[in-house]
């Protein structure tokens, strides 16, 4: 993977990162979300919760034709104004399915430290994350 980034650097990102809402609550998409969704909550201070999405393996091959649910969906967020977390964002597809899933939200808004998404960090060729052994 070409271009590594430090910590240091990713970190500062997300602490220069300006959202223009108020959220009521972040939801990561596990597992690749849980990282990025710990670092924001620290900085916002809101309710983080875990919406279990799977594509891939522990290797990045696919597992299924599409992204699955792979548990019950366990909070509320009827109503609610999200901050939907995803590291890296290459298809949509999940995303995709996260806002399809949380549909009676008030208001998503996506973030990704890397690919497309309403707030991201990188929006560039692939790298490893600093935070992956």
Not at 19 to 38: K, L, Q, S, T, Y
């Amino acid at each position: 993977m070409p271009d590594n980034k430090s910590f240091a650097e990713v970190l500062e990102r997300f602490r220069n990162i300006s959202f223009h809402e108020d959220f009521d609550m972040i939801v990561a998409i596990a597992n690749g979300g849980i990282v990025p969704a710990a670092i924001l909550n620290q900085r916002l201070n809101i309710e983080i919760q875990l919406l279990k999405i799977n594509l891939r393996d522990a290797n990045q091959k696919p597992k299924y034709d599409s992204p699955q649910l792979i548990a019950p969906i366990d909070f509320d967020f009827k109503g609610k104004v999200i901050l939907l977390v995803e590291d890296r964002v290459k298809t949509g597809a999940s995303l995709s399915l996260a806002t399809k899933l949380l549909e009676e939200a008030k208001l998503i808004k996506t973030f990704a430290v890397n690919g497309k998404a309403d707030y991201c960090l990188y929006n560039e060729d692939c790298f490893k994350f600093p935070w992956l052994f």
